[in-house]
């Protein structure tokens, strides 16, 4: 669900999903069919084959006229995993760990074809989320990305 109020903008996502993951043999791999295998900038980390998946973003937008700079871009991000069964992102299979959860916060700068973002991302059992332990605590690290639009 998408909805815009003025510079405001909100979206809610809930979904189900279920992979039939053909992963190699665990023996030599150590990853299980009970997991899939997904990344982003750079890093891969390993997912619940099933489960329920909700997401809850904010964002507010503002054009501004700082030099180079056109458009500032605030977010707040949030997502939960809820696993169908017990799962685990340390032995890439079932096992005893709650349910992971992580909340992206930052701002995003645009110049032209160019931009670039700052956020911190704070995450419980964050799934080796660009390399945070998954160890049932809070973690956080600042992350920085830069970008061109062609």
Same mark, same amino acid.
């Given at each position: 669900m998408d909805g815009s109020y003025g510079n405001w903008m909100t979206q809610l996502q809930a979904?189900?999903?279920e992979f039939n993951a053909e992963n190699p043999a665990e023996s030599v791999s150590g990853i299980s069919d009970n997991v899939i295998q997904i990344g982003a900038f750079g890093f891969n980390y390993l997912i619940p084959a099933e489960g329920e998946m909700y997401s809850a973003s904010l964002a507010y937008s503002m054009d501004v006229d700082w030099g180079p700079v056109e458009n500032v871009y605030f977010f707040n991000d949030f997502s939960y995993i809820d696993p169908d069964g017990a799962f685990s992102a340390i032995?890439?299979?079932?096992?005893?760990?709650?349910?992971?959860?992580?909340?992206?916060? %930052?701002?995003?700068?645009?110049a032209g074809r160019y931009y670039a973002w700052f956020d911190v991302?704070?995450?419980?059992?964050?799934?080796?989320?660009?390399?945070?332990?998954?160890?049932? %605590?809070?973690?956080? *690290?600042?992350? *920085?990305?830069?970008?061109?639009?062609?």
């Amino acid at each position: 669900m998408d909805g815009s109020y003025g510079n405001w903008m909100t979206q809610l996502q809930a979904t189900t999903y279920e992979f039939n993951a053909e992963n190699p043999a665990e023996s030599v791999s150590g990853i299980s069919d009970n997991v899939i295998q997904i990344g982003a900038f750079g890093f891969n980390y390993l997912i619940p084959a099933e489960g329920e998946m909700y997401s809850a973003s904010l964002a507010y937008s503002m054009d501004v006229d700082w030099g180079p700079v056109e458009n500032v871009y605030f977010f707040n991000d949030f997502s939960y995993i809820d696993p169908d069964g017990a799962f685990s992102a340390i032995n890439s299979s079932y096992g005893n760990m709650d349910d992971p959860m992580l909340n992206d916060i %930052g701002i995003k700068l645009t110049a032209g074809r160019y931009y670039a973002w700052f956020d911190v991302v704070i995450n419980k059992n964050g799934l080796n989320y660009v390399g945070s332990p998954v160890d049932d %605590g809070w973690h956080t *690290s600042v992350q *920085s990305r830069f970008g061109l639009t062609c």
